[in-house]
């Protein structure tokens, strides 16, 4: 079956770095992604990898293992509006998205 | 670019009655949306896909005569709940993306169904 695994929750000091791993099995593979959803509104696009590596966006990267099906987002310089739920989704061979549940990220001063 | 606007935003309804959501792609065309639900606390789910101009595909366990969707236009998708009831209640949010199958998907801002 497909599955997408990522922690539930996850906790982190302003201004600290935080990782948030994410693995997953789908039938065939076409890119992985990561969004951000606030809490009450609809996700945010943060970063797509289909090649193996890390992919740097500011403040945020995103890195890709596809032998290993794994992939991470990197948060640094964590503020307080970082708080939110970020959701990984891997790409199947139909191009479906196959959602994780989300990991929720907790900003403490 | 790659706005998604959804509207209404929010909507209180009596039971029985059919609620219409629209989804507008603002700045680009929209080969394929996507409609999903999402519950309190829980992850999204694709309730089903839509291409322009042809019939939704829908999720297994979506009904399609509840959930009619239309995708009239490359810029224009709408959802129907049909005989809401209060179980629908629920934070709708559609997503479009254009161009080939894996290019990203852009989400509107949802929209809340409150069913009384």
């Known amino acids: 079956g497909q599955n997408i695994d990522q922690p539930t929750e996850m906790t982190a000091t302003e201004g600290a770095i935080v990782q948030i791993n994410c693995t997953y099995q789908?039938?065939?593979?076409?890119?992985l992604f990561w969004y951000q959803q606030h809490a009450g509104e609809a996700p945010t696009f943060l970063s797509y990898?289909?090649l193996d590596g890390l992919e740097e966006k500011g403040r945020f990267s995103s890195f890709l293992s596809r032998s290993k099906g794994y992939s991470y987002l990197l948060l640094k310089e964590l503020q307080m509006k970082d708080s939110a739920s970020y959701l990984c989704?891997?790409?199947?061979?139909?191009?479906?998205?196959?959602w994780g549940a989300g990991t929720k990220l907790i900003i403490k001063p | 670019g790659a706005v998604v606007s959804q509207h209404p935003s929010w909507v209180i309804c009596k039971s029985g009655t059919s609620v219409k959501i629209e989804c507008r792609s603002l700045d680009f065309q929209a080969t394929t949306m996507f409609w999903y639900r999402q519950f309190p606390k829980q992850s999204l789910m694709l309730m089903a896909t839509s291409n322009e101009g042809s019939k939704a595909t829908y999720e297994q366990g979506v009904e399609k005569d509840k959930f009619l969707i239309n995708h009239a236009s490359l810029t224009l998708s709408t959802l129907t709940v049909t005989s809401a009831h209060p179980e629908d209640s629920s934070f709708y949010i559609c997503?479009?993306?254009?161009?080939?199958?894996?290019?990203?998907?852009?989400f509107g801002p949802g929209t809340r169904l409150l069913v009384l």
């Open positions: 997503s479009a993306k254009a161009g080939g199958p894996s290019e990203t998907q852009y």
């Open positions: 989704a891997s790409m199947d061979s139909n191009y479906q998205l196959i």
């Open positions: 789908t039938s065939g593979f076409n890119g």
């Open positions: 990898n289909v």
